[in-house]
């Protein structure tokens, strides 16, 4: 059973920055892409980030230039670097994988989120 397990959110004020992190466990061959969600209240879920497995990224343009994604395929984990918070950043966030499990398939795993909050 894959499981992901998102740390790092919390409260902090507008100008501040968080890092986020999530890893991996459980059974599977390779992970081929991961990403960083949010959806804040009464908002749909949205793309923060993503980045693959060989690297290349992309981001929402709302957090270009602030926000960087990157990853430790060794150690199964993607992190999310955010720096100039601003209030609209608050929300859950959510880590997903892309991961080619030992069945041969490939599919999407989420993480159960973790808190952003910040105030002005």
């Known amino acids: 059973q894959v499981q992901l397990v998102e740390s790092g959110g919390g409260l902090v004020q507008a100008g501040e920055s968080l890092r986020l992190s999530c890893v991996a466990s459980g059974a599977f061959f390779r992970i081929e892409a991961m990403a960083w969600h949010r959806q804040a209240p009464g908002n749909e879920r949205e ?58 398939y490939t599919r999407d795993y989420w993480g159960q989120g973790t808190q952003v909050t910040v105030s002005s």
């Open 47 to 104: 793309l923060v980030a993503r980045i693959t497995r060989g690297g290349s990224t992309n981001y929402g343009d709302s957090v270009k230039g602030r926000f960087t994604i990157s990853n430790d395929n060794a150690k199964n984990t993607v992190y999310l670097q955010m720096s100039s918070l601003k209030p609209e950043d608050t929300g859950v966030y959510y880590c997903s994988m892309n991961i080619l499990g030992i069945s041969r």
